[in-house]
């Protein structure tokens, strides 16, 4: 779910033609759920096909990814989630119990035969299985588009990679990436700028949203540091906030006081005991430097055999996949070596496997 900074981040509306030639490392795990909430039936029903697989997530994946690459030169690298932290349990658990009450609310709005109601309650069920995380991978193994597992959290990795310079910003519409210091975070990175409110039943624009650090913090007069005490006095995945402390509130207190050590004991007493693990777990991530960014030739019988032959994809649909990937190969390739020189920085020789 991501930490709610929104009211105190400085962020600017960008053009997706600004980011071209760029790599962004994509949180793939936050992708597959917002592709596995929108893409659905008016009933509110996932895409499956006739051997009962959930491709509703291959759609969004294959059709964004390739034109973000071919139509706006963006040069995406996705990142898999790997094992939660042990303190994400509890938010785990309140998670499924959130699916299982939508469920029931969906399956309830469909038996009335109302189907607005059905299907802002059915976004709300998403579930990414492995067998769905399996397909994802195969799919962008097909396109020759790079993908990485983390060691935890994918938002840990990403903006790792940002840090040191082998992306240009992590991609991802959770705040929690600037807690693991990334210096920028590229938000809605998206082709038709929408999003649904399931609360409202509403569907509302979207425009691309550039944060950068430096900036963020310059404006708000705190350090990396105090932006993490704000987000515990929130709450993040890994603990539960205070009461009645939102992000201007928690603003101000670490503002006066520094840092949670210096504040008062009636506020110190209502946080969450684990609050100094809860900031190692931003400020010394689990991350990993054995990958590799490169782009791969397209495996385009792969693409074939896999979407249209195994999941249902008209030949047609796939063609329009495979024809917007093969054009932009030499611009992938040429740019891998390329993009690296323009930043001037050295390409790790782990990252050229």
Not at 87 to 111: G, P, Y
Not at 119 to 142: G, H, N
Request: hydrophobic share 40%; glycine share 6%; with cysteine.
């Amino acid at each position: 779910m991501g930490v709610k900074l929104a009211p105190i981040v400085v962020r600017k509306k960008i053009r997706l033609e600004q980011l071209r030639g760029k790599t962004l490392a994509i949180d793939a795990n936050c992708e597959l759920y917002q592709f596995l909430s929108l893409i659905r039936a008016p009933d509110g029903s996932l895409l499956k096909d006739s051997a009962g697989n959930v491709t509703s997530h291959l759609v969004g994946l294959a059709f964004r990814t390739t034109r973000l690459i071919a139509d706006y030169g963006v040069r995406p690298v996705f990142v898999f989630d790997g094992p939660p932290h042990r303190l994400k349990r509890r938010e785990i658990e309140r998670r499924r119990a959130q699916r299982e009450k939508a469920v029931e609310a969906w399956h309830v709005a469909l038996e009335r035969g109302d189907y607005s109601t059905a299907f802002s309650k059915a976004v709300m069920t998403s579930t990414l299985t492995k067998p769905m995380i399996d397909d994802a991978r195969r799919l962008l193994d097909a396109l020759g588009v790079p993908f990485i597992d983390s060691p935890t959290e994918a938002d840990a990795q990403i903006a790792y990679m940002a840090r040191i310079g082998d992306a240009w910003a992590a991609g991802s519409k959770d705040f929690d990436c600037l807690l693991y210091g990334t210096p920028r975070l590229a938000r809605f990175v998206t082709i038709t700028g929408k999003e649904y409110l399931p609360s409202k039943g509403i569907t509302r624009p979207l425009e691309t949203e550039l944060i950068e650090l430096e900036n963020l913090l310059a404006k708000l007069d705190i350090t990396l540091e105090q932006l993490i005490d704000v987000a515990i006095l929130i709450g993040t995945d890994y603990n539960r906030g205070v009461r009645g402390i939102g992000p201007v509130k928690a603003l101000r207190l670490v503002k006066r006081y520094e840092r949670i050590e210096n504040m008062p004991e009636p506020v110190r007493e209502r946080i969450s005991p684990i609050y100094s693990e809860v900031r190692e777990i931003f400020l010394h991530p689990d991350v990993r430097d054995d990958y590799s960014l490169l782009y791969s030739q397209p495996k385009l019988d792969e693409l074939f055999t896999f979407l249209s032959g195994e999941r249902g994809f008209s030949k047609e649909r796939v063609q329009v996949i495979a024809d917007r990937i093969k054009r932009s190969t030499d611009f992938l390739r040429q740019a891998d070596l390329s993009s690296w020189a323009k930043d001037g920085v050295d390409v790790p020789a782990a990252h050229l496997k």
